[in-house]
């Protein structure tokens, strides 16, 4: 599986917007065009232009083989990678982040609650017995510096085998969408 490491804040923050996220993707897996994700996304072609130019412009996007087809030319593109990962540098105050940085935190958080308010309201609406709420855990451990680099390790190897189950070609009907957010970090001390 293949890596892309955001060093830059520009592209963060289009991996943080809903609609780019959900447009990477429709573009993950097999090259496709715009036309292709935009009918599995069920909007218009042309509302995805822009998005797709910002995504391509950013290097999070690579146009992969052109088509002529029917008097107009038909482009493929595809995502640079399999999974995309944050820089951590990127947020730290040496990098010059600072308050793009902050608020790129915001919105990745903003994105989820706003997710997750909506599934619990659903749920409560018309909960069926057999669906599952969301997992939503906070937690707080301690361990020796090869307890922590161990346990980062297993949830590194646990976000590798859910990318792996985003199979290309399979049936939308058969499947059912998922979403997480996942942070890990070292906090200060308590008092």
Not at 95 to 112: H, N, P, Q, V, Y
Request: hydrophobic share 35%.
């Amino acid at each position: 599986m293949d890596t892309y490491i955001v060093k830059r804040l520009e592209q963060a923050k289009l991996l943080t917007d809903p609609f780019k996220l959900r447009l990477i993707e429709g573009f993950a897996g097999a090259p496709a065009t715009t036309k292709q994700v935009a009918d599995k996304m069920g909007e218009k072609a042309p509302r995805l232009y822009r998005h797709v130019d910002a995504l391509v412009d950013e290097g999070l996007l690579v146009l992969v083989e052109e088509k002529p087809k029917r008097g107009t030319i038909e482009r493929y593109y595809k995502t640079v990678a399999d999974r995309f990962e944050v820089d951590p540098e990127l947020f730290s105050p040496i990098s010059g982040g600072g308050d793009d940085a902050a608020e790129l935190m915001r919105s990745i958080f903003r994105d989820t609650e706003s997710d997750l308010v909506r599934l619990f309201a659903e749920s409560a609406d018309n909960k069926p017995e057999t669906e599952e709420l969301p997992l939503v855990v906070k937690f707080a451990i301690r361990g020796t510096p090869d307890d922590i680099e161990q346990l980062r390790g297993k949830l590194e190897s646990l976000l590798e085998e859910c990318n792996s189950l985003s199979s290309e070609g399979e049936d939308p009907e058969a499947t059912e969408s998922y979403a997480g957010l996942l942070t890990f970090y070292r906090r200060p001390d308590p008092i």
